[in-house]
């Protein structure tokens, strides 16, 4: 599969991790692993795929990379692995955005479904993630009074009330508005509205 489905496998203990490389490659998937928490925060931060971690480990545990990767502003969907006895931390770590928990010793069926559902929805996160930053460079590209004139035509106001306020022509309103709509790729605008909201929408990482 493709390097956005890798399988991050996250475990202090060699068996579990090559046992699980077996079984997820053997379905297709790209698969790395790691012998603890912090050898994964150390590594390239992984942008697609999903996290396969166990909640128990020496040092930082599932629940604190969890917690670590979302501080860092990713968005890859994490499986929190857990022995029968640690099902509650297992529901904490749902209750703080897990994708999903599977018990230990695995039904290899039903954790090659929730991985494969994970890497969807890894797929998607990685697809709109994307397509943020793009935005954020376009929005990037507009001068000072470019952005005044858009977040006037986001507000509703017609071109004349902009010039009003502007103090400009309602022609050179006009020329910024044509300028705002080519750098942003906005092909009418109820697109420049759109995509300009959903950038205000998002929380700001940082």
């Known amino acids: 599969m493709a390097a956005e489905s890798t399988v991050h496998i996250v475990d202090d203990d060699d068996a579990v991790r090559d046992s699980l490389s077996v079984l997820l490659e053997s379905t297709g998937f790209a698969v790395a692993t790691y012998a603890s928490a912090e050898a994964f925060l150390a590594a390239p931060a992984a942008s697609g795929g999903c996290i396969v971690v166990d909640v128990r480990m020496p040092g930082m545990g599932g629940l604190e990379l969890q917690e670590e990767v979302a501080r860092r502003g990713s968005r890859i969907p994490v499986i929190v ?31 090659v479904a929730a991985v494969r559902r994970a890497c969807d929805l890894g797929r998607e996160v990685a697809r709109a993630a994307a397509a943020e930053a793009a935005l ?13 004139v858009l977040d006037a035509l986001v507000a509703g106001k017609p071109n004349k009330i902009i010039a009003f306020e502007l103090s400009i022509s309602p022609r050179t309103v006009e020329i910024h508005r044509a300028r705002v709509m080519e750098k942003m790729q906005a092909r009418t605008l109820s697109d420049l509205v759109r995509m300009t909201l959903a950038a205000q929408a998002r929380p700001k990482s940082g």
Do not use: I, Q, S, Y
């Open 81 to 111: 692995m857990t022995g029968h006895a640690d099902v509650p931390l297992a529901v904490r770590a749902m209750k703080a955005g897990a994708f999903d928990f599977v018990e230990k010793p695995f039904d290899e069926t039903a954790l």
């Open 136 to 148: 954020d460079e376009r929005l990037a590209l507009l001068t000072p009074r470019e952005r005044e």
